[in-house]
């Protein structure tokens, strides 16, 4: 599989956590208490897969290659537009975590800041999935030329076949299975 295809098999499992988590908001709303060690595992596969690994992968090796090499302005607005949501997602991470601290203190207000920001994370990484899966990755192989689409897939297959990274990837990749059973979908 070249570097595009890789990254869009990485979204059938990210999109499959978000499902995760949406499932498990819906079990907050069903009166189920709240299952610490499911967020925090979802969290975990964000923050690690999702993020670290995933995105890195975008933001420094195709998104920067297409930084460098594309003039065209509509085509940057666009890169510059995911970034921009990456960090969207990361602080809607980031308050998620806030809410599951404070309703782990006892603050049973905060489960509402639980859902408000799982759910906008999911809704976020949704449509910024679809965009990347349904324009922006094959734009961006049309628009490089053969020699830098070449260098994405060596710098990109560096990355995946790091003997940490192939450990993370069957750690995360095995995680939403699990995650999966324990939130009942
Ligand atoms: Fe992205
Ligand atoms: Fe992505």
Known sequence: MNAIQIMKEEHTYIK????????????????Q?????????????????????????????????????????DTLSAVQGMFIEHDFGR?????LVKALDKVQAGDADAKVDIIG????????LTRHIDKEDNALYD?????LSDQIVEEVDILSKT????????KQIQKYTNMVVDLEKRVGI
Not at 20 to 31: F, S
Not at 139 to 143: E, H, P, Q
Not at 159 to 166: A, F, L, V
């Open 16 to 31: 499959r956590m978000l499902k995760v988590l949406r499932q498990a908001c819906l079990n907050i709303l069903e009166g």
């Open 33 to 73: 208490t709240v299952d610490y060690q499911l967020f925090t595992d979802s969290v975990d596969f964000i923050r690690n897969y999702a993020d670290k690994y995933h995105h890195s992968k975008e933001e420094d090796v195709l998104f920067k290659k297409m930084q460098e090499e594309i003039q065209d302005k």
């Open 91 to 95: 602080l809607f991470i980031y308050n």
């Open 117 to 124: 920001n799982a759910i906008p994370y999911t809704d976020l």
């Open 139 to 143: 734009f961006g192989v049309k628009a």
């Open 159 to 166: 990355i995946d076949d790091k003997p940490e990274n192939i």
